[in-house]
């Protein structure tokens, strides 16, 4: 199973390699002078059966460049992030050891802030670990008596 975690490793290493100098968060954003994302998971999940899962995470990597001393945004830059998420992101994610096909992804930007959305969307299996479950052995043979008559069947 695909864990929150190892998708938000996943995005932050896409971000790093492609801007090491900027800095990636995912709460606590606070003004900085220099340009920076900040990442936002929203998760659902459907239940197939109780092994299989279908999940839906959208993420939002919003992009905030600094204004400059006239208090204005370079366009130019937020449009070449915008370009670059999408040919590093589309149309294919690594996550672990799986691969994710991106079909589209939705680029907007309002008030001079990028944001960059697309939606993770797999099935996931959960393992017995993972569940919880507790492992048996298969029953090789059973007796069974009722009402003090034998009803086992001879092999």
Request: aromatic share 8%; charged share 30%.
């Amino acid at each position: 199973m695909i864990t929150l975690r190892e998708i938000k490793a996943a995005i932050v290493n896409v971000l790093k390699t492609k801007y090491p100098e900027c800095r990636v968060h995912f709460d606590n954003v606070e003004k900085s002078d220099a340009p920076y994302f900040y990442v936002e998971l929203m998760p659902t999940a459907t239940t197939v059966d109780d092994v299989y899962s279908d999940r839906l995470v959208q993420v939002d990597i919003t992009y905030i460049h600094p204004k400059d001393a006239m208090g204005r945004v370079n366009r130019t830059a937020v449009y070449d992030v915008a370009d670059t998420l999408d040919r590093t992101i589309r149309p294919v994610l690594a996550i672990m050891d799986r691969h994710i096909t991106i079909l589209d992804a939705e680029m907007t930007v309002v008030d001079d802030i990028l944001h960059y959305i697309f939606n993770l969307d797999f099935r996931d299996a959960w393992t017995d670990e993972e569940a919880g479950r507790v492992q048996y052995e298969l029953m090789q043979s059973m007796q069974l008596q009722v009402n003090g008559t034998d009803l086992t069947e001879e092999e």
